[in-house]
């Protein structure tokens, strides 16, 4: 079956420091990979999706940039935190060309202190 | 693009009673209509989901209503339990828009026992 990860699961980082988070999906091949922030209030934002390796698209303009090293990998990336990155970051998946459902993972906790 | 208003933000039932969220969608192409249940501090795990070749969809104690014309869905949850308590969030996706979601801002719904 498949899983996803994320790490870390809670992070608290002062301003201006860099950022790294990590997702990896088990199980399948060639998902779509998603990034989403969740600000207090429940909304999910799109930052960034993925359908292949190096293929990046963003969504909003923003502090944050997302990579694609591998086929199963995503990862979501700051050279300089802001005080309003802070939130609740998710990473999702889906099958692929013509799969609709979506899967999220546990989600990591961001404080920028 | 893709608008999906969620409504209420906020319900509270007894144990044992009925809940049901409403959410209406803009672009009449969106075809798949999620729903997930997003427990404090985990990710959103996905519960139901519902095609536009369907009109109506059960597993359990939950259903999914869809009507086309009027281009809405409502997720229906009965005999309601405390382990209900949640944030839900539907969702429309559609071929044009690369299958990726659009979020309703999602309901709290809060179970007294």
């Known amino acids: 079956s498949q899983t996803i990860h994320q790490w870390p699961a809670t992070l608290v980082q002062p301003v201006g420091s860099p950022l790294s988070l990590e997702c990896t999906v088990e199980g399948t091949s060639n998902p779509n990979l998603y990034w989403y922030r969740q600000a207090a209030g429940r909304g999910l934002q799109l930052l960034f999706y993925s359908v292949g390796i190096g293929q990046i698209s963003s969504e909003v303009p923003q502090n944050l940039s997302a990579s694609r090293p591998q086929d199963r990998q995503f990862i979501l990336s700051s050279k300089k935190l802001l005080l309003s990155d802070s939130g609740f970051y998710l990473c999702?998946?889906?099958?692929?060309?013509?799969?609709?459902?979506?899967?999220f993972g546990p989600g990591t906790r961001l404080t920028v202190l | 693009g893709e608008n999906v208003e969620q409504h209420p933000s906020t319900l509270s039932v007894q144990e044992g009673d009925s809940a049901v969220i409403k959410c209406t969608y803009s672009d009449s192409a969106s075809n798949y209509f999620p729903w997930y249940k997003q427990e404090l501090g985990k990710g959103p795990q996905l519960i139901i989901d519902?095609?536009?070749?369907?009109g109506e969809k059960k597993d359990q104690r939950i259903a999914v209503t869809l009507n086309k014309t009027a281009k809405h869905f409502s997720l229906h949850i009965t005999e309601t339990q405390p382990e209900d308590s949640a944030v839900y969030f539907c969702?429309?996706?559609?071929?044009?828009?690369?299958?990726?979601?659009?979020f309703g801002r999602g309901t709290s719904l809060i179970v007294h026992p």
């Open positions: 969702a429309a996706s559609s071929p044009g828009g690369s299958y990726i979601p659009t």
């Open positions: 999702a998946w889906t099958p692929g060309q013509g799969f609709f459902e979506q899967f």
């Open positions: 519902i095609r536009s070749n369907v």
